[in-house]
C-alpha cells in the first residue's frame, strides 16, 4: 500500500538555526497537510497546502514557517530560525482529494529537538 | 471554538474484554471523522473514517459509530488482545476541499493486559 514518508527521522537542531523537513505524499493526492505534536499534547494543524499554494493555516504558523512543493513529488516544511518552542514530532500527511470520503494518510513523523 | 475531547486519558483492561472508546466534538459542522492508532514514537495509523452522513463503519474486530446530533464518537473493540495496546485518537474534519483540516483529540491511551 502507498505511504507517505518522513525524512530524516529524527532531527537535533542547535538554536536559531534553519530546519528544513521534507516529505514525499502518496502520487496520485492532490492535498498536502503538515500537522505537529508537542510531547504529552494534542496533534495540531499547522498548514494545509493544495495547487501549489497555502490553502489554509493555523495561528502556529507565523512568518518562520514556511512550505513548498519543489518538484512533483516532494514537500517540505521549513523553520528560518529554530526556538527551543518548536520541539516537536512534525507529521505529513496527504488525501487524495478534499471531500469527505478520502482519509488523510500520514507520515511516521520527524522528531525535531532543538537545543 | 472547534475541539475534541477523549475521556478518560487512560483505560487498561485484561484480554478478551471488549470495550468502547468515546470521542466527543463541539462543532456538529463535520465532514467525517477519523479513529487513528498511534504506537509509542511512531506515527498515526488511519483505523476507520465515518462521513458526516454515515452512523458507523466497521473493519475487521473494530466498529467506528457516528452521532453527530450530540456530538459523539465511539471506537469499538471486540475481544481486545495485548497488540490491541496503543494511542487510539480521534480527529474531525472541518472545512472542505483546500480549506478541510483535522481537529484531533488528546487520544486514549490503551492497556490490555495478557
Known amino acids: 500500500e502507498p505511504e507517505v514518508t518522513q525524512t530524516p527521522s529524527h532531527q537535533v537542531t542547535q538554536m536559531g538555526q534553519e530546519v528544513i523537513l521534507r516529505c514525499v505524499p502518496i502520487s496520485n493526492h492532490l492535498y498536502f497537510y503538515w500537522y505537529r505534536q508537542i510531547l504529552g499534547q494534542k496533534v495540531e494543524f499547522l498548514v494545509s497546502?493544495?495547487?501549489?499554494?497555502?490553502?489554509?493555516k493555523s495561528e502556529i504558523f507565523d512568518d518562520q514557517f514556511s512550505v513548498e512543493r519543489p518538484d512533483g513529488s516532494n514537500f517540505t516544511l521549513k523553520i528560518r530560525s529554530t526556538k527551543l518552542e518548536d520541539s516537536a514530532m512534525y507529521f505529513c500527511?496527504?488525501?487524495?482529494?478534499?471531500?469527505?470520503?478520502?482519509?488523510?494518510?500520514f507520515g511516521d513523523g520527524t522528531r525535531l529537538s532543538i537545543l | 471554538k472547534q475541539e475534541v475531547t477523549q475521556i478518560p486519558a487512560a483505560l487498561s483492561v485484561p484480554e478478551g474484554e471488549n470495550l468502547v472508546l468515546n470521542c466527543s466534538f463541539t462543532?456538529?459542522?463535520?465532514?467525517?471523522l477519523q479513529w487513528f492508532r498511534q504506537d509509542p514514537g511512531k506515527g498515526l495509523t488511519s483505523l476507520l473514517l465515518?462521513?458526516?452522513?454515515?452512523r458507523e463503519q466497521t473493519s475487521g474486530r473494530l466498529n467506528a459509530s457516528l452521532d453527530k446530533s450530540s456530538g459523539r464518537s465511539t471506537l469499538y473493540i471486540a475481544a481486545s488482545q495485548p497488540g490491541d495496546s496503543a494511542t487510539y485518537l480521534c480527529a474531525a474534519l472541518y472545512g472542505a476541499g483546500a480549506n478541510s483540516k483535522l481537529t484531533f483529540g488528546k487520544g486514549i491511551t490503551l492497556s490490555v493486559r495478557p
Open positions: 462543532d456538529s459542522a463535520i465532514y467525517n
Open positions: 497546502f493544495y495547487n501549489n499554494e497555502i490553502s489554509e
Open positions: 500527511a496527504s488525501s487524495e482529494d478534499g471531500i469527505r470520503n478520502q482519509p488523510q494518510h
Open positions: 465515518i462521513q458526516s452522513s454515515q
